[in-house]
């Protein structure tokens, strides 16, 4: 099939590749020319394990393109995904300007028939308006329809989540279009629901919102734990061996990041109480969250009385392991807490840290090349990004490297009584 994606991100650039990988003529589309360049030139403008070598083989076998211009990408396609961002606005909705743009570009583009798939992260009824929208510059009155497709792929994991989905969600107006969708992802061989599109566009934000919700309850439950003197380990193991509850998404830790669960947990509160509903659960589950990730620097008060020029090391930046992603990643306000009590940081993050030198361009942060020149005369070690190699560290080493021998475990990676065995001073979170 010939399809189109608009927005090259982390769900158009993968959602591209996956399709061409699958026999498609895929266009990969983007406003940002620096990004198209690079694309143009094999290089993936963010990491994402195995997408460049997906991208190198798709467009060497003539099946992935790119391009800047939207309407060459709208007029050499039969299927127009639109993957552009969704941006939270002040009052936490979603920003949809760069949706009605695509939409214009589309309108004025059409050029036959086209479905015309929402991929992007939306609002319940963003389907209708973009409907009007593209009616409103469809000069040539071609025929088209819109669908909603919502992505449920994770970073770090995102082909193989593509290509491996638990479900595929198509949102249609009528019998057409969900032919032609199933058609596409039948050799994924996926349970497919249709639906309406309301109702594809609501499973999108009340999947992200239930996941949010099940991290911040067992998080609750790990500071019940803390305080009763139980394992949120074993405790979460225990839930989670009922099927009715499941085992994912129950690992305790400071709390959930991304640009996915904080932005979508706001814009569904948002287009709740538009509706009229006051979705007070959502809200409890955003402060349960704010509260969390806070708790590093609660537990180094606690334990130092005061932190300032205490010298502490961060190990993990990314919001969770096998991503540059820092958007809304709790190291931010763990390290911008720490600064404002006076603490000197130190930080190591395996994969490149260019996005955090952006985001703390005004905070004087050491950045370091590995966890042993993090651990070098730090008081205390954050674990923040529960990354494989931090796993498997020569803790002896560290210790020796260290001055004081606090580790704060913010991911329960490790095994707290031989820590404790080693001599360090060990505070994981809930247990
Ligand atoms: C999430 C969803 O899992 C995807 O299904 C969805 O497609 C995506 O958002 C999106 O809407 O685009 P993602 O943000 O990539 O994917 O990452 P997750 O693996 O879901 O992790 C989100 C956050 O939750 C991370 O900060 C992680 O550390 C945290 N988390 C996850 C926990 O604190 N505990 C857990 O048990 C699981």
């Not at 929208?133 to 819109?146: G, L, R, S």
């Not at 961060?314 to 096998?322: C, R, V």
């Not at 931090?390 to 707290?416: S, T």
Request: with cysteine; hydrophobic share 40%.
């Amino acid at each position: 099939m010939k399809i189109s994606v608009i927005g090259s991100g982390y769900v158009g650039l993968v959602t591209g590749a996956c399709f061409a990988d699958l026999g498609n003529e895929v266009i990969c589309v983007d406003n940002d020319l620096e990004k198209i360049k690079k694309l143009k030139s094999n290089k993936i403008p963010f990491y994402e394990p195995g997408l460049e070598n997906l991208v190198k083989v798709n467009v060497n076998e003539g099946r992935l393109k790119f391009t800047e211009d939207t309407g060459e990408g709208v007029r050499n396609s039969d299927i127009i995904f639109i993957a552009v961002g969704t941006p939270p606005k002040e009052d936490g909705s979603a920003d949809l300007t760069a949706i009605e743009n695509v939409g214009k570009e589309i309108g004025k583009n059409l050029n036959g028939y086209k479905l015309i798939v929402e991929k992007s992260t939306v609002p319940v009824r963003t389907g209708e308006w973009l409907r009007s929208v593209i009616e409103k510059y469809n000069v040539n009155n071609a025929e088209f329809d819109v669908a909603s497709n919502p992505e449920f792929l994770r970073e770090g994991t995102a082909i193989h989540d593509f290509m491996n989905p638990d479900r595929i969600v198509l949102g249609v107006e009528n019998e057409k279009s969900a032919q032609i969708l199933v058609k596409l992802y039948e050799p994924l061989n996926a349970p497919i629901l249709i639906t309406d599109i309301n109702s594809a566009e609501i499973i999108k934000h009340a999947s992200n919102a239930f996941l949010s919700m099940k991290i911040s309850f067992i998080n609750a439950v790990a500071n019940i734990c803390e305080l009763a003197g139980a394992d949120i380990k074993k405790v979460a193991k225990g839930i989670g061996l009922d099927k009715r509850i499941g085992e994912a998404f129950l690992n305790a830790g400071i709390g959930y990041g991304g640009f996915c669960f904080p932005k979508d947990l706001d814009a569904f509160i948002a287009i709740s109480e538009r509706l009229g509903y006051d979705f007070k659960l959502l809200k409890e589950v955003r402060n349960i969250n704010d509260h969390q990730k806070l708790l590093p620097v609660k537990k180094l008060k606690n334990i130092f009385g005061t932190l300032n020029g205490k010298i502490i090391g961060i190990l993990g930046l990314s919001f969770k392991p096998n991503t540059d992603d820092m958007r809304l990643a709790p190291s931010i306000d763990i390290i911008n807490a720490l600064v404002n009590e006076g603490a000197i940081v130190k930080a190591y993050d395996p994969v490149e840290i260019e996005n955090a030198k952006k985001i703390f361009k005004n905070i004087d942060i050491t950045y370091c090349e590995s966890p042993y020149e993090v651990a070098r005369e730090s008081d205390a070690i954050v674990i923040v990004t529960e990354w494989n190699e931090f796993k498997y560290l020569d803790l002896i080493k560290i210790k020796k490297l260290m001055k004081e021998n606090v580790i704060i475990d913010g991911r329960n990676i490790f095994d707290r009584k031989k820590l404790e065995k080693l001599g360090f001073l060990y505070k994981g979170i809930g247990r």
